[in-house]
Nanobody
Framework: QVQLVESGGGLVQPGGSLRLSCSASGRTFSSAAVAWFRQSPGKEREFVAAMSRVGGHTYYADSVKGRFTVSKDNAKTTVFLQMNSLKPEDTGVYYC???????????????????WGQGTQVTVSS
């Protein structure tokens, strides 16, 4: 069993930055794919960023490319999402997800992930 806990959300002005963290217990991220998704009221959960199970390659939604960066710590028990140049449309609840058998072509699909965190709210507003 894997438990994921996100932190780091909050209220930030447009153009600001936040760093989200996702800590895992029960398993490390070393042999799993990890992803960040977000969801706004009335919208479906959407893919934000991911790191592949093999090779640690990173992938991003077009809407965040160049502004967001996903990374892992050396112990591979915490994953980060650095978010820069935030926009109001980045507002939502951000979730991290852990998948033991996710292949690269499926990284953007929520149903491929086995475990989810509880989410952390990010609000970008002046």
């Amino acid at each position: 069993q894997v438990q994921l806990v996100e932190s780091g959300g909050g209220l930030v002005q447009p153009g600001g930055s936040l760093r989200l963290s996702c800590s895992a217990s029960g398993r490390t991220f070393s042999s799993a794919a990890v992803a960040w998704f977000r969801q706004s009221p009335g919208k479906e959960r959407e893919f934000v960023a991911a790191m592949s199970r093999v090779g640690g390659h990173t992938y991003y939604a077009d809407s965040v490319k160049g502004r967001f960066t996903v990374s892992k710590d050396n112990a591979k028990t915490t994953v980060f999402l650095q978010m820069n140049s935030l926009k109001p449309e980045d507002t939502g609840v951000y979730y991290c997800a852990f998948g033991q058998r996710v292949i690269t072509s499926s990284l953007r699909l929520p149903r491929q992930y086995d475990y989810w965190g509880q989410g952390t709210q990010v609000t970008v507003s002046s």
